[in-house]
């Protein structure tokens, strides 16, 4: 049989067609009326999908990018900052401040799960300068309540600065930036807006403006300040990544055209989507046997699955490529091996979730030697899918999303 290659990893995500045409076709100089009207235009859209009144900066970066811009800017040698981290990329944020002079103090989850509300109250100090952590932490698939954090810091350490890494977190979790007051919220092209690698976007409140003014860490490429000043113009500082803002700006407006025009229902239906797909898979996995990495907190943006004790989680990743073409993500660091990853967030829906679960009742019995009854993670799916309401997640009490969160 013919094995079509289908990207199911937590970025890059699989290509919007209407944004690779765009790409395609984006033969065009950055320093021309055609440039500015389409980086304006994208700039605008971009507001309305993170949802905020506060500027929208886009840099030619990979995520990590925007996080070091985060840190760079916001941040002097030796300022005291905290960093919520329970994986790989909570990690990254505390390398990031150690590789710029902060002082950097830990609020830690064991991988799979999120954080104690009491034990960041704890840990912020007068002098706590920034909060960072993710939104949802890719590596272990599980999803913190940003709601209730930015409430424990405006009520805890209200001159802290909050910078929430939501790249997996956009598009497939509900925000309300202004509102809970994130300062700087972060997000990257590879992932829910269905593009390639190689842009970053994060919105940057007022008062993280303010915090740039006086902090001393370097930064040239980097500085945002010097993007916000040509912005309005429709331009950016240096050559930006035409095409891939060019990509951008078709995957919003396909985003917009699946609520009729409207982004802002596009992104509720983007979100919606990946929650479906996420509760769908954790069902259909639950039933051939294997266990949810993050069952407390699971993010709608991927799932992680662990495989039985002395099982081999790559040998899934290999299995699944080889037969059926599916690539998915095995776990990282010291996670290898023991879980894979499958994602919900973009360009997925019921079709690929289905044909994934299919091919994995497959390899639970012909590579792990599961005992699998054919259909059953199938089933399980359905029924899920059948039972879904179309505006579940976004009627739960807390705009997170989590069935069971503390703020419901
Ligand atoms: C993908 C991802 C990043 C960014 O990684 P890059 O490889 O730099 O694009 C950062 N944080 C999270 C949570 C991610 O999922």
Known sequence: MFRK???????????????????????????????????????????????????????????????????????SPGDRVLV?????????????????????????????????????????????????VQATETSTAVRHCIQSIAETLRAAAPDALLVVDAITGLGTTHFDVDAWGIDVLIGGSQKAVMIPPGLAYLSVSQRAWAAMETSKNPRYYFDLRKERKVAPKGESAYTPAVALIAGLGAALDYIAGQAGGDLVAGRKLLIENAESCAAMTRAGLTALGFTLFAPEAPAAAATA????????????????????????????????????????????????????????????????????????AVAAAQRVFAARKPDESASAACLCGRANCARS
């Open 5 to 75: 290659t289908r990207l199911y990893t937590p970025g890059p995500t699989p290509l919007l067609p209407a944004a690779q045409f765009a790409m395609a076709s984006a033969d065009i100089h950055h320093r021309t009326a055609e440039f500015r009207a389409l980086y304006s235009k994208v700039l605008a859209q971009l507001k309305q999908f993170v949802g905020t009144e506060n500027d929208v900066i886009v840099l030619s970066s990979s995520g990590t990018g925007a996080m070091e811009a985060a840190v760079s800017n916001l941040t």
């Open 84 to 132: 919520l981290t329970a994986g790989k990329f909570g990690e990254r944020w505390t390398s990031l401040a150690k590789a710029f002079g902060c002082q950097v103090d830990l609020v830690s989850a064991p991988y799979g799960q999120t954080f104690d509300t009491a034990q960041i109250r704890a840990a912020l100090q007068p002098d706590t300068r920034a909060v960072f």
């Open 305 to 376: 699955v662990a495989v039985p004790d002395g099982m081999d989680s790559g040998a899934v990743v290999k299995a699944l490529k080889s037969r059926f073409g599916a690539v998915i993500a095995n776990g990282q660091g010291e996670m290898q091996g023991k879980l894979f990853r499958i994602a919900h967030l973009g360009f997925f829906d019921y079709m690929d979730t289905i044909a994934l679960l299919g091919a994995l009742e497959f390899i639970a019995r012909d590579t792990l030697g599961l005992p699998v009854e054919f259909g059953s």
